[in-house]
């Protein structure tokens, strides 16, 4: 590293262009990079979470897009398939654990545990769907919520696991038209609905940051139904890359 390091330098490849959404990991990681590689500008771009992978799709055709792309699974995925990724680095022999590699060319990170959230002034513990099935019951129309992100990792995990594609498609299509479930861009944007007593009901959410807020004194509480996952990111170079 420090060779490429210095390779950069003498070439004037003085920064890098990461497209990403999580303020938290920048904010921790540009101050390191910098120490780490002085001389280069680690920048990063926020891109909607619903459109990530169609937005390098689009800037690759008519030139470069971003250095460092990290998206959910279904984001890979769509750039995986067409082959967007660097496959050239070896990861695993600049230290990277085998089973830390997602798809070619691409590094698995960020794990957490998922969850359902709901405000416990709102709806009782009894009252709570018991499967995945239950909240297409008609009682829940209007008055559930989730982010992209956290719902698009979770089907990722689910439809991989249960083997059940069409049903989970159905079953996002159902909650989505049928249960008019508002879907946002961020897990802020969406518990908010739900500590705030808009929404009663979050489905799908990261354990680890809602319990931050529970135990901030936000009204919210986290149970479980069936197939749970922890969900990763991937994390690549881009082969048609700024830099």
């Known amino acids: 590293l420090a060779d490429l390091h210095k390779k950069a330098l003498a070439a004037g490849q003085t920064s890098v262009l990461y497209y990403g959404n999580r303020k938290e990991l920048w904010d921790a990681l540009n101050p390191a990079f910098s120490q780490r590689f002085p001389g280069i500008e680690f920048k990063m771009e926020p891109y909607d979470p619903m ?9 690759v055709q008519r030139g470069p897009s971003c250095d460092i ?3 959910s699974f279904m984001q ?3 750039l995986n398939d067409r082959e967007i990724f660097d496959r050239s680095v070896d990861w695993t022999e600049l230290g990277i654990p085998a089973d830390r590699i997602g798809f ?4 698995e990170t960020f794990n957490f545990l998922m969850c359902h959230a709901y405000n416990p002034k709102l709806v009782k513990p009894e009252e709570l769907p018991k499967t995945n099935a239950d909240f297409l019951d008609p ?6 919520v989730t ?5 698009t990792a979770h089907l990722a995990f689910w439809v991989w696991s249960t083997k059940k594609f069409d049903w989970a498609v159905d079953w996002v299509n159902k909650l ?11 897990l802020a944007s969406s518990l908010s609905l739900v500590t705030q007593g808009t929404k009663p ?5 990261s354990f680890s940051d809602i319990e931050n807020n529970r135990r901030q004194g936000a009204d919210v509480a986290t149970y479980s139904t069936e197939h749970m996952a922890g969900v990763t990111a991937q994390v690549a170079l881009v082969k048609k890359a700024r830099n």
């Open 51 to 59: 459109a990530g992978a169609a937005r390098v799709l689009a800037e």
């Open 69 to 71: 792309f990290e998206g």
């Open 76 to 78: 890979g995925k769509a």
């Open 104 to 107: 070619p060319g691409a590094i």
């Open 139 to 144: 009682k829940w129309k209007g008055k559930l």
């Open 147 to 151: 982010n992209d992100f956290q719902l």
């Open 176 to 186: 989505r038209n049928d249960q008019q479930m508002v879907i946002t861009g961020t």
């Open 201 to 205: 009901m979050h489905v799908f959410g």
